[in-house]
């Protein structure tokens, strides 16, 4: 009897420890991800939304358990890629959990809260885009695309892209502003960052850190290369139409644009390039005039709240 109640007093300490070991469940997010899966004979799934209603079942169950559990990108050309380099047997269940063990751990990754894996898709894809637009503009900010660059000149530039963040911000003053951030890039898509700030009627600035941190290195890798970026800002206050104002980057700062400039900056896919139709209801207006130096300017003495 001793011995039988020993044996349930360790199963039962393996089961609370299992609880407290997070899992991460890659995905594979379309269908043309999931074609390219189907030619490994171990993968056992015969379509794509059946495939995503098992993962449903398996973060559920997971949950159920109170296993802490995260959702990533599971892309098969990386895979295909990562078992060569490391000589491993691609059609193979235990290859591909050490693969999801190196994306959780290097990779972006989402937490699940409950929702449908199909509503947390976008999410997920978003923050991976985000991710690899990071990593690039740091390439840019810090390799060999900068020539003249160095670590003292990116630190530089990043320091001074966060002071044209902050000066746009406090220009712009009360209310939900949407940022974007567009830089020419190497080949036919540019860099493009978007942020999110509010400040409130008392100076207090609500902004996502990590869009910040991207925003800003693009930003920076526009400046220390002397690329012609530039930066449109949307503006929702209580009583107002929605307004536009944007800003062209030259000589290493944010310069205002003109009316007429901002209307066409807006109505241009910055990553196309093909035309969009203005939205009706929306004031497009002239940027406004940021200082570059610190500790001048707007908001000068407040405090802002992250």
Not at 187 to 199: F, I, K, R, T, Y
Not at 227 to 232: L, S
Not at 274 to 296: I, S
Request: a negative charge; proline letters at 7%.
């Amino acid at each position: 009897m001793a011995h039988t109640d020993d044996i349930r007093t360790r199963r039962s300490a393996r089961q609370r420890l299992r609880k407290e070991v997070p899992s991460t469940v890659a995905v594979l997010a379309d269908e043309r991800d999931f074609a390219a899966m189907r030619r490994y004979t171990s993968f056992g799934f015969d379509d794509h939304p059946g495939y995503l209603r098992h993962v449903d079942g398996l973060l559920r169950a997971l949950a159920a358990q109170g296993t802490y559990s995260s959702v990533a990108l599971f892309d098969p050309a990386e895979y295909a890629a990562y078992c060569a380099e490391l000589r491993l047997e691609p059609d193979s269940a235990a290859s591909r959990t050490r693969y999801t063990a190196e994306v959780a751990a290097s990779g972006t990754t989402v937490a699940y809260d409950g929702r449908p894996v199909t509503r947390l898709l976008p999410r997920l894809i978003d923050a991976a885009e985000q991710q690899a637009t990071w990593e690039y503009a740091t390439e840019l900010l810090t390799g060999d695309d900068c020539g003249h660059c160095g670590d003292d000149t990116g630190r530089m530039s990043f320091t001074r892209a966060s002071l044209a963040l902050r000066r746009i911000v406090e220009a712009l003053g009360t209310g939900t502003h949407h940022l974007v951030c567009s830089v020419p890039a190497d080949g036919d898509a540019p860099l493009v960052a978007l942020l999110q700030a509010e400040c409130g009627p008392d100076g207090r600035l609500r902004l996502d850190e990590p869009s910040a941190l991207v925003f800003c290195t693009v930003l920076a890798a526009g400046i220390a290369t002397d690329r012609p970026g530039g930066i449109v800002a949307r503006t929702h206050t209580p009583g107002r139409p929605p307004t536009v104002r944007g800003w062209s980057l030259r000589s290493g700062w944010p310069r205002p644009l003109n009316e007429a400039e901002v209307f066409s900056a807006y109505c241009t896919d910055p990553v196309t390039g093909e035309p969009v139709p203005p939205e009706h209801g929306v004031a497009y207006e002239a940027g406004l005039e940021l200082t570059e130096q610190e500790g001048a300017g707007a908001g000068e003495g407040e405090e802002h709240g992250h």
